[in-house]
């Protein structure tokens, strides 16, 4: 049946030309969008709620300002741009990906190609700083051991990448299609990395295709179906009979509120994305202040939980404005966030916990990044469950959910750090 995945092509010729392509913009994209913010009506937060409803929309007002006064969205193509992006057809889907290969190479040396994939609600731009680190470490401080030739594909129905017509575009036939994308660049065999659902469409490429990935690192794991996670309130008794660290330990606790409420807390958006993602995405569609409340809350309290204690949610501690409001714009200007949302639909509001894949190990070597912040932290004992050829798993030093894209720096280092431990077996 794999097989049979795998090699499903639609029943036409397909062009299998590689066009590049540029992020454009024009007066009456931005016309709209200013129309659209000045004629918001917004709610009064309540007192002292902070983030702990939402988006407070006192900060948003502040949002609101600097996304029409000040943040300009034609400097920030060009920036989109300075990456090369290209199409192709695959599946008869039109797919966008930036193709980033190293300005020079150490004498004798060959790039390693990375596949990188993105999650929800981020898109390629999250790897932007990443990428100079691993395509030209060496003008950034880093080590040349490693240098990497970067792909970075847009999921279907997200930003550039066109959406699917008809049901079924899971997580599976979105590895096919990403795995076709690396075989038309000429990769035989390359890195995957991902987080969020990049995790899982790169957990499945390995699945799909193990000869063809050389290592397979990760900064989310999806471990759900795993008897060592009954083990968990008893962990703090018998924590080195199951194979917990102190640092597993601290990292979980308080168990009740670190692995029930708090995920509890942060999956409202799931329940609704994974049943009627059509619903809210005509409202998001149709509203760009809409659309940021809702996308950047997600880039507050999934950075660190305790941000939801702040006024402002903490946004700019981590991020820049302009960055965060460049996603916000790539969702906008492609009427994406309806399509984007149904992946969710498409993964989890059917079967989830009962597809194939889901009891399927990984025999790829694996590294794991546990970033102290993320939104269930996972210990070494239930990656390797999953993945029995796990290589490699550090506790960063600090970090959340979307890793590349507010530390690249610790990403970076980690994958290098994996990926030598592959080439050394």
Known sequence: MWLEILLARPTAPEDESIRPFKVETSDEELNDLYRRIEKVRLTPPLENSRFHYGFNSSYLKKVLSYWRDEFDWRKQVAVLNKYPHFKTKIEGLDIHFIHVKPPQLPAGRTAKPLLMVHGWPGCFFEFYNIIPLLTDPKSHGLSDEHVFEVICPSIPGYGYSEASSKKGLNSVATARIFYKLMLRLGFQEFYAQGGDWGSLICTNIAQLVPSHVKGLHLNMAFVVRNFHTLTLFLGPRFRKLFGYTERDMELMSPLKEKMFYSLI?????????????????????????????????????????????????????????????????????????????????????????????????????????????????????????????????????????????????????????????????
């Open 265 to 425: 807390r942060e999956s409202g958006y799931m329940h609704i994305q994974c049943t009627k993602p059509d619903t809210v995405g005509c409202a998001l569609n149709d509203s760009p202040v809409g659309l940021a409340a809702y996308i950047l809350e997600k880039f507050s309290t999934w950075t660190n939980s305790d941000f939801r204690d702040l006024e402002d949610g903490g946004l700019e501690r981590k991020f820049s404005l302009d960055n965060l409001l460049t996603i916000i714009m790539i969702y906008w200007t492609t009427g994406t966030i309806t399509t984007s949302q149904r992946f969710y639909k498409e993964n989890m509001g059917h079967s989830f916990l009962s597809d194939r894949h889901q009891r399927m190990k990984v025999h790829v070597p694996t590294g794991f990044a546990a970033f102290p912040c993320e939104l269930m932290h996972v210990p070494e004992k239930w990656v390797k469950v999953k993945y029995p050829k796990l290589v490699s798993y550090s506790y960063m030093a600090r970090g959340g959910h979307f890793a590349a894209f507010e530390e690249p720096e610790l990403l970076a280092q980690d994958i290098c750090k994996f990926v030598g431990q592959v080439e050394r077996q």
